[in-house]
């Protein structure tokens, strides 16, 4: 059984800050990457940014040097630190671990709005 805790979502002003944060328990020794997805709606799910167990990192173009995506791999635990946010952030952010095997697991997701 794999569970996720996610937080730090919210209501921020556009050019503001917000922090998320993901900690996944459960039988996950090892895995491919670590990332955050999000869904606006009426839109399909997408990638935001991805860590893997060695720490590399990769980005979605539209959030490359606004976001930054962190981790301790040896907690299965991943931050989002999200600056400079737009309204065309606001979506429900999930947090994914994707196994070697080619499994993937998914967090219930945090909602983040950017309104003014």
């Known amino acids: 059984q794999v569970q996720f805790v996610e937080s730090g979502g919210g209501l921020v002003q556009p050019g503001g800050s917000l922090s998320l944060s993901c900690v996944v328990s459960?039988?996950?020794?090892?895995?491919?990457?670590m990332g955050w997805y999000r869904q606006a709606a009426g839109k399909q799910r997408e990638l935001v940014a991805t860590?893997?167990?060695?720490?590399?990192?990769n980005y979605a173009d539209s959030v490359k040097g606004r976001f930054t995506i962190s981790g301790d791999s040896a907690k299965n635990t991943l931050y989002l630190r999200m600056n400079f946010l737009k309204p065309e952030d606001t979506a429900l952010y999930y947090c994914?671990?994707?196994?070697?095997?080619?499994?993937?697991?998914w967090g219930q997701g945090t909602q983040v709005t950017v309104s003014s």
């Open positions: 860590r893997t167990m060695a720490g590399g990192t």
């Open positions: 459960g039988r996950i020794f090892s895995y491919d990457y």
């Open positions: 994914t671990v994707h196994l070697f095997s080619g499994a993937n697991y």
